[in-house]
């Protein structure tokens, strides 16, 4: 029996090796801030939400079908909470469950016999979901899965497995077969059921009985009492490990029940921080890998979002029938931000949830790639640039055939010439490869230069500045600008009146006095 709600033909593998670049995806995408929100303090809802959405599915017939099942999981999350707690609370009660001398067979009996009566208890409070909550589910995986339920779960199983439990309890003793073999030792000790456990009391009491041998064991006969027991054990091993077996199989549905719902349970809990911050998410559209297909309404940085706990700016944009997007405009203009929000978007597409945009539809990709500024190697083992190409030289080595390359700020270690002739031949190079590139650039030179080429697979976004110099943080199509507007920057740090005062004060040596310094709340932007 297996839950088939991550895929509909195989098991989800919590365990499941990361990619090469998980780390770096991470880093650069502001990854954490989401897996803290998926988990809400749930290490296994973090590492389920890790590998489901670094190991990005392939195919748009499986994202629609795990994105059936976390629509369902949506409409009905009291149940999905419920089922994923009962899952939990299997795994701690059958560590509760002790026993002594478990190498010994009658121990391991004693103890499988136990658990298998806990699991039936769960199993029975699957099943009663099954028949009571089945009908307000709609996606196939959850169908399959409550009919699964059913079927195997009967109360025909029920009741049989009850009775096996009772006589494996062996409250009657033990009855068990043997031959003799070589120098007359016993063999083939074979545990067998009673024969008369259907009969009352009185008929067994009073009925005729077949001429019996009998040997009763003295009671300071103790090496007699250690031979019996050896021979007990020996009858009841089969029967111990087949029930131990049994356990195992029963422990491993839970487990991977539990695996496969904290996926969705994590997924419901962004949701729910998104709704206090009123910010939109949608199902996107998955289309084939090789479609260029590329388009969104309100896209925003859902890191962003986390972390100021507040709603973002979102972004349009068609890139449609594009490969290469150059982004470019005025610093501080939400240039990066743009780029981590078509990065995680990608990431949440293919794992099959929601995303965070009011519409969104894009190709499937084979790997989600970034290259992104660094800070300096604080041990001088190397500069940035030579840092920029090393990491580019290793990218190069793995791109897989139909990935996306996010890259930012990047190659801007050098003078604006050298770096510009960088990029141009690295993006001249993806882009004949048939790879997808977004590229946030200050670099005027290589910017102008690609926008001059009037190609037809390229667009040029540009970061919004308002007349007096604010920043909206919405990006339009634009051609790339000689100026990056530092002078904004520095007219808003140096002219504010607090900074100019401290700047003062540390100038004359002195401080200001309690009740002198500038209001800087009350000061001009």
Sequence with gaps: MKPLLMYRDRDFDAEAALPWNAEMLIQDLGLIAVFEAMAGKDDLLRDVAKRATLCPLSEPEAILYRQAVLKDCLENPAVVRDLYDLAVKVFGGEKKIGGFFLRYPGSILSRSVQVLEFFVGALRRLRVVADTRSENFASEGFRTFFRVLREELSDDYFAEIQGHLNELKLRDGVL???????GNKSTNLVLRKPKETERSWWRRLFAERPPTFSYTLHPRDEAGARALSELQDRGINLVANALAQSNDHILSFFRQLRAELAFYVACLNLRERLTEMHEPICFPVPEPL????????????IGLALNMDRKAVGNDADADGKCLVVITGANQGGKSTFLRSIGLA????????FVPAVAFQASIFSQVVTHFKREEDVTMRSGKLDEELLRMSEIADRLEHGAIVLFNESFAATNEREGSEIAIQIVDALVEQGYTVFFVTHLYE????????????ALFLRAERGADGTRTFRLKEGEPLQTSFGKDLYDRIFKDPYIQGTLQTSLNGGSHERGTAPDRHNSAP
């Design 346 to 353: 990608q990431l949440m597409l293919q794992a099959g949830m």
């Design 446 to 457: 290589f910017a102008h230069g690609l926008f001059d080429r009037k190609m037809p697979q």
């Design 176 to 182: 068990l077969s043997a031959e003799l073999g070589h």
């Design 290 to 301: 090789g479609s260029r297909r590329h388009s969104f309404s309100e896209l925003y940085d």
